[in-house]
């Protein structure tokens, strides 16, 4: 009876150690200039993205980021539920929620050129996409996230320039 506990615990530890290999998800970056400027793009973006007909991507949550002294706009997406200040009370999953279904409203950031302008996303985002000016007519737009989510965004972004 010792050894079958024993040989449980074992083939326990392992089966849990053999579950956790390449659970986790890869990630892209791109990064390109588009014509447009940057809370249009950004707005666009968001805007596709929520009608989009993919139950995952439609699902997305943001947190905007406007920098009006460096020409800049951030959007940070977030799976359902996962947006950093998400309660029971706002939570897309209580059917009781109050929701606002709009679009996010941006937070207007003050930028020091001391300060680094990009923070880093909570744990568990989708992807963080930076659009920033580089001249009149054209803006540079990188983006770092999940593979699947990251590349359906890149291809918004990619038509809402071509508009």
């Not at 943001?62 to 996962?82: F, K, L, W």
């Not at 996409?129 to 918004?156: C, F, H, N, P, Q």
Request: net charge positive; proline share 6%.
């Amino acid at each position: 009876m010792n050894k079958s506990i024993v040989a449980c615990l074992v083939s326990s530890c392992l089966l849990s150690a053999c579950a956790s290999i390449g659970l986790k998800e890869k990630t892209q970056t791109y990064g390109a200039k588009f014509t447009g400027t940057h809370a249009a793009l950004a707005r666009c973006v968001i805007d596709g993205l929520q009608s989009d007909s993919r139950w995952v991507i439609r699902g997305l949550q943001y947190d905007v980021r406007q920098y009006p002294n460096i020409q800049a706009t951030e959007i940070y997406a977030y799976p359902s539920g996962a947006l950093p200040g998400t309660f029971a009370r706002t939570s897309p999953t209580n059917p009781d929620a109050v929701i606002s279904y709009g679009p996010p409203v941006p937070t207007i950031e003050t930028f020091s050129p001391a300060a680094n302008y990009s923070r880093s996303a909570a744990p568990g985002y989708s992807f963080v996409m930076t659009i920033k000016r580089t001249d009149d007519t054209t803006v540079v737009a990188t983006l770092d996230g999940k593979s699947y989510d990251g590349s359906i965004a890149w291809e918004k972004l990619k038509a809402c320039s071509s508009d």
